[in-house]
């Protein structure tokens, strides 16, 4: 079973808000019937002027094109490895314990957050029957300002638990 979550979000109590226009998160819950294979979620964007914009616990590409900037997150693997087995809650909704020996390390393995030329993918190690996972993104954009303008990377560094939230939502409403 797959649920689908689009919210718009609450802008971020963050500096340069006037450099914001809004900011949209997506979680995808998955709970398997039977077993799931390993699988991936791209996020692409095919204009110019796009680029990686990481940072701690994000994987983050931002594009600049005609006076506008947008940014779309994730976590990356430091901060899916934290969520699994629960032992980060702060970081959102548990992941399944046996994803940390599937995985490895971070960065290293065959699963995790990429950055792409333009975009961000992400491969997951897949679940097993009764199992659930959340995965989110969060889309934000804006008047391009100046080259400092960092409103957007900022409001894309969220969790699932909080765009969901934004719904009324939470984890067991969306896997269940």
Do not use: K
């Amino acid at each position: 079973m797959v649920s689908l979550v689009v919210v718009r979000l609450g802008l971020p109590d963050v500096e340069s808000l006037d450099q914001l226009s809004g900011c949209v998160g997506v979680v995808w819950g998955f709970r398997s019937v039977t077993p799931i294979e390993p699988w991936r979620v791209e996020v692409r964007h095919e204009g110019p002027g796009c680029g990686p914009d990481t940072g701690q616990h994000l994987e983050a590409f931002t594009c600049d094109y005609a006076g506008h900037r947008m940014t779309v997150g994730t976590h990356d693997d430091e901060a899916l490895l934290l969520r699994v087995g629960g032992s980060t809650p702060l970081l959102g909704a548990a992941l399944p314990a046996w994803w940390q020996e599937a995985w490895g390390e971070p960065w290293e393995g065959e699963y995790g957050a990429r950055g792409l030329d333009r975009g961000i993918e992400v491969r997951l190690p897949g679940l097993v029957a009764g199992e659930s996972a959340l995965l989110h993104f969060a889309i934000a954009w804006g008047p391009r300002g100046s080259d400092q303008n960092a409103a957007a990377w900022f409001a894309t560094d969220t969790t699932p638990d909080r765009i969901l939230a934004h719904a009324n939502l939470s984890a067991v409403d969306v896997i269940t």
